[in-house]
């Protein structure tokens, strides 16, 4: 009976769980990371760790904070179809199938596979696990497959399918058994799968992921030795010994051992519903049998049994039984698919522990021994172990060796049999060579030494010409390394110098030997002091090297150019070099044509380059290894010739095109093109026109000034450089015509004339513009008439003579000194018909209202109108006939004036126009005020005199001077000096009290009117004085009559006639005063406006507002506003018109 494994840390009884219910059979569960640990009995066992609820969703909580996050959150279901427990063959495959239901999730739900708790299996996709997913659009349901590909024994487990949108979250979890096709093979414990493939390499993508093994010391395993506590262990080692200790006790999951570690040594609630809990963990060896048992408080609760998430039903497995309060569940035949978390339920609470199954140690059965070999040989370590194809690891001197690819360690496994491969062993091959297992460990030395050597083919001195190959071999009697040397330095392998090691056979091969390759060779055997060496000797017959010429041998020289021509040459021993020239020996010397020689080139000079020294020169080497010969031809060349005066063929506003002919001689290089200049006539100052070659002979200069007289010039171009100018061409000036006319259209149309108008053309040019063409075409002709035979400065004219009813194209064309322009089309053709359009008048606007003018000034007023033919227009003043004598009247065909060079008073009226087309006529009236400076006041009086102040009233004067009289204003002047000073300005009333008067003085006062125009010329004076009495004078209280202040009602000002925009709010302004306040009444139409929700009606410190909301067309009418008080009743109207503006 295996015991409960202690507790990491004791727990306080006091606290107790959250309550949770138990999870349904789909809830998501985690395969248990594998762990061992020996148990005890019930009796000693302390209280058992309980796991929190949220632990059902296989996750692995961190920390508290997150458990309470996870055990608040809402979980939805997801899944339409879960994956299956499923069974398959070694080397088999299998899918695992999981559906989702996209109906109310707005983007792709996430999904992951995991196996175990923790291992992730996005990463580990590869040859033997595949992971798909898709979409049907018509089901709108996602498809997520996980396909494992030649399943292996160690694949079995348990499984788990997460899938998670936004916070909803649902998991899966189903087992995988595998199963043995033919024979048997050892059982493979899940644990050691946990070990991850390196990304990149061959078996990326396997499941089988081996555990960490780590160097331990043999300790026999005795049947009568008790169970080692490895959960005690664990908690009281250094963290540094971990691994040490998981090795050791066959721990491959180490990771979620601690994690368990650390959750156990939290500190758990007392429970209520349990008396006693589960242990923290139990440990079985494979095959055995575990016992699990809890105490309820209460013995009526039920109790259920789980693992990972899932309910255990009663079977040959698991089996419960009832004692009193303890409830008992035995597993039998535990295997590595057992390895689990397992909890049970009584009420809301639940307590959880975790199982380990264990396998049994590998045994080392055959120790390692110990080996001599040579140097080179092939050496083998060969051990066997307890079971086939056990994880073994193999150290040399302590440190692990991982055997890889690019490892000169092998490792062969055949069953129980591992060797260590090492091929070609070396002298640091020699060490101590251990093997470990879980159970055991062997060692054994390798001594790795030299064999004698001997030669049995030494190295020859070699004769080899200049770019043959040399061939430098020696053999000896081992397959060994070695170093090359030349005159005592090591030897650097290129690309034409090859180190050769096949065999016992050592090779330094040299292609296209040079003369650098002479020397002293040396082979080194490694590891021996014997050397080999041998002698190279390199001739060379004589070459002339002409790489850095052209394909002909040819060189090129400028004219007064020095050319030095250096011609390498090579050859052993230094040959003799002749130059000549047409048989004629070139020596060497101080000439202008000379040879100088070289060690390794000869050269060819000549001073001052001329156009005679151009021909073919031929370089003879000889030595004793041979001869060679070469022509070069040298070639001297120069700039070109000028090229002739270029010609001017078009000129135009800023452009004009010119050509010319090449140059007669191109200085023995081709032209490449050429460059053009120009400048003023009356300037020496030249200007590129282009900074790329021109390639052809011919150009178009532009931006030139128009009017400006220029001259052009050319230079030819070749490699060598660029000629002398040409001579200039003869001068010419750009001009241009203008554009067309612009705004053709018809002025005037009569039965047998059409009266056309333009406008000048945008652009004129320095040409000027010096009149215009005007041409006819009649319909269903093409001949163009000129209407003016002589050009016309005048953008107007009138085409006569032509045949009534006839329809005619017009178009007019602007002409200066550079020709005719475009010509400006009228759109459409013209009826040559008079066209009868009534009679419309243009009130100019600041005539709408009274047009006021001061007496003298004068009176110009331009209406314009329309109509066709010309109307007849009359003027009346008052309804009566104008005087000429004093108002002149001027008509035209387009508008009349009224003018009067000094306005009189008797001006002022009501002038009306009518004009008359046929029988159409059209009126409008224009009101002329004419005013002047008022009359003096009538009569000025004085009312009272008191203290320092006088009472004065007066009444308005007779000659208002047809215009209202906005004041007044009051002077006074003392007796003696009769000297007048301003008292008051711009005074409204006709009365006033004048104050702050001198006591003891006599005073005049004299009050003038004020109008618009100014004051009037003279003043109305007082006839009395007013004396202002001294001291002692009795002021006697003057006695008032109340005033009455009632008033019937007066409009101030009246409504004016409105337009309005429907759509847009419109208002209706006047301003009222009476006393009482009247009453104020709207009416449109005479029908008074009482509770319309379209209007807004207003009164404020007199000022009536009615707002009109939205107008349409049907708001338009006649509106009134009446005012209404005892003393009577006063309307004033206007016109509202509502516009409808087209969309």
């Given amino acids: 009976m295996p015991e409960p494994v202690p507790e990491p840390a004791k727990k306080e009884e006091n606290e107790v769980p959250a309550p949770a219910p138990a999870p349904p059979p789909e809830e998501p569960n985690k395969e248990k990371e594998a762990g061992t640990a020996p148990a005890k009995d019930e009796e000693e066992a302390s209280p058992s760790f309980v796991l929190p609820p949220e632990w059902s969703l296989g996750e692995s909580p961190a920390t508290e904070d997150q458990d309470k996050q996870n055990a608040n959150s809402q979980l939805s279901i997801l899944f339409v179809e879960k994956p299956q427990t499923g069974t398959v063959k070694v080397g088999e495959n299998i899918t695992f199938i999981a559906k989702v239901k996209a109906e109310d999730l707005l983007r792709k739900p996430t999904v992951k596979w995991f196996k175990g708790k923790w291992m992730d299996l996005a990463s580990k996709a590869g040859k033997h696990l595949q992971l798909k997913e898709t979409f049907e659009r018509h089901t709108r349901i996602y498809t997520f497959e996980m396909q494992i590909i030649k399943a292996k024994e160690n694949y079995a487990g348990n499984y788990r399918c997460e899938v998670s949108y936004k916070d909803k979250f649902d998991s899966c979890s189903f087992d995988l058994e595998v199963r043995e096709s033919t024979g048997s093979t050892p059982n493979i414990d899940i644990r050691s799968a946990f070990k991850r493939s390196g990304e990149g390499q061959e078996d990326a993508g396997e499941l089988d992921f081996s555990g960490l093994l780590k160097r331990r010391e043999v300790k026999q395993q005795q049947e009568e030795e008790p169970e080692i506590d490895v959960w005690e262990l664990l908690k009281n080692a250094n963290p540094n010994e971990y691994e040490k200790i998981a090795f050791q006790y066959g721990i491959t999951d180490l990771r979620g051992m601690l994690k368990r570690l650390k959750r156990m040594r939290r500190v758990e609630k007392k429970s209520a519903a349990f008396a006693k809990i589960l242990d923290p963990a139990y440990q079985v060896d494979k095959g055995g049998r575990v016992r699990f048992v809890v105490e309820l408080a209460d013995p009526k609760l039920e109790v259920k049994w789980y693992k990972n998430g899932q309910e255990i039903r009663p079977s040959t497995k698991y089996i419960f039984e009832h004692k009193g309060c303890e409830r008992i569940m035995f597993i039998n035949n535990c295997g590595l698919t057992d390895d689990s978390e397992y909890y049970v339920t009584a009420g809301d609470e639940k307590c959880s522990t975790e199982l380990f199954v264990r396998e049994p140690p590998i045994m080392v059965t055959k120790q390692l021994e110990d080996t001599n070999a040579y140097c080179g040989e092939k050496v083998e370590l060969e051990c066997e172990v307890s079971e086939d194809d056990a994880n073994v690891k193999w150290f040399k001197n302590g440190e692990e060796i991982i055997p890889g690819p690019k490892s000169r360690y092998k490792v062969k496994i055949e069953g129980k049999k591992h060797v260590l491969i090492i091929e070609g062993a070396t002298k640091a091959d020699s060490a101590e060579y251990s093997v470990m297992t879980t159970g055991g460990q062997s060692c054994a030395k390798l001594s790795v030494g030299l064999k004698p050597l001997k030669i049995l083919t030494p190295l020859t001195d070699q004769t080899a010409k200049l770019g043959k190959e040399i061939c430098l071999k020696c053999e000896v009697s081992e397959n060994i390394t070695g170093k090359w040397t030349k005159n005592g330095l090591p030897v650097q392998e290129s690309d034409r ?282 319909e269903g002709t093409e001949d163009w008439v000129v209407a003016n035979t002589d050009l016309i400065d005048k953008t107007k004219f009138t085409i006569t003579g032509l045949p009534t009813d006839a329809k005619i194209f017009v178009r007019v064309k602007a002409v200066n000194a550079a020709g005719a322009s475009e010509p400006k089309y009228y759109s459409q053709p013209i009826l040559v018909k008079e066209i009868i359009e009534p009679p419309k008048i243009r009130i100019p606007r600041h005539l709408k209202q009274t047009y006021i003018r001061r007496v003298g000034e004068a009176v110009n007023l331009v209406i314009p109108f329309q109509g066709k033919p010309r109307p007849e227009l009359t003027w009346k003043k008052d309804g009566a006939e104008i005087d000429k004598n004093q108002i002149n009247i001027r008509n035209s065909e387009t508008d009349t004036i009224v003018f009067i060079r000094k306005a009189e008073r008797s001006h002022s009226g009501k002038y009306d126009l009518e004009v008359k087309v046929e029988k159409f006529v059209e009126s409008a009236s224009i009101d002329i005020q004419i005013v002047d400076r008022p009359g003096p006041p009538q009569l000025v009086k004085i009312e009272d005199v008191w203290g320092e102040n006088v009472a004065l009233t007066w009444t308005p004067p007779k000659d208002d001077g047809n215009a209202a009289i906005t004041g007044y204003t009051i002077q006074k002047a003392d007796k003696k000096s009769m000297e007048w000073f301003t008292v008051i300005e711009h005074y409204h009333r006709t009365h006033a009290t004048i104050t702050e008067l001198v006591i003891g003085n006599e005073y005049y006062f004299r009050v003038f009117a004020e109008n618009m125009c100014g004051l009037s010329e003279n003043a109305t004076m007082t006839k009395e004085s007013a004396v202002i009495a001294k001291d002692g004078k009795v002021y006697k209280n003057p006695v008032y009559e109340d005033f009455d202040f009632t008033e019937a009602p007066m409009f101030t000002q009246p409504l004016v006639n409105t337009y309005a925009v429907a759509g847009y709010n419109a208002t209706l302004n006047c301003s009222v005063r009476g006393n009482p306040k009247p009453k104020i009444t709207w009416m449109k139409n005479k029908v008074a406006i009482v509770d319309d929700p379209r209007y807004r009606m207003f009164s404020n410190q007199g000022v009536c507002t009615l707002e009109i909301r939205k107008p349409s067309s049907y708001d338009g009418g006649t509106y009134c506003c009446k005012a209404v008080n005892n003393l009577g009743t006063v309307e004033v109207e206007c016109k509202l018109e509502v516009k409808v503006v087209a969309q």
């Fill in 497 to 778: 110098l090859k180190v050769v090691h096949k065999g016992r056979i050592h090779k330094l091969v040299i292609d296209n030997a040079l003369i650098e390759d002479e020397g002293d060779y040396v082979f080194t055997p490694d590891d021996y002091p014997e050397t080999l060496s041998a002698k190279v000797h390199v001739i060379d017959p004589p070459k002339i090297n002409l790489d850095g010429l052209d394909a002909d041998n040819t060189v090129t020289v400028i004219a007064g150019n020095k050319l030095r021509l250096e011609i390498p040459i090579s050859g052993e021993p230094p040959p003799k070099v002749i130059w000549s020239r047409a048989d004629k020996a070139i020596t060497e010397g101080s000439g202008r044509i000379r040879a100088e020689s070289y060690p390794d080139s000869s050269t060819l000079v000549i001073d001052v380059a001329e156009r005679d020294d151009s021909g073919v020169y031929n370089i003879n080497l000889k030595n004793e290894a041979g001869e060679a010969h070469a022509s070069i031809k040298i070639k001297v060349v120069d700039i070109p010739d000028p090229p002739v005066a270029p010609n001017v063929t078009d000129v135009g506003d800023d452009w004009c095109i010119m050509n010319w002919e090449p140059p007669a001689y191109d200085g023995g290089s081709p032209i490449l093109g050429y460059f053009i200049e120009r400048k003023k006539k009356q300037s020496s100052r030249w200007m590129r026109l282009n900074f790329e070659l021109c390639k052809e002979t011919t150009f178009e200069p532009k931006k030139m000034i128009e009017g400006v007289a220029y001259e052009v010039r050319i230079f030819a171009v070749n490699a060598i450089g660029i000629s002398k100018p040409s001579m200039p061409s003869k001068p010419f000036v750009p001009l241009a015509v203008t554009s067309p006319p612009t705004l053709l259209a018809v002025d005037n149309v009569t039965d047998t004339t059409v009266t056309m108008k333009w406008r000048p053309p945008d652009q004129i040019g320095a040409a000027g513009l010096d009149g215009y063409v005007l041409e006819y075409c009649l």
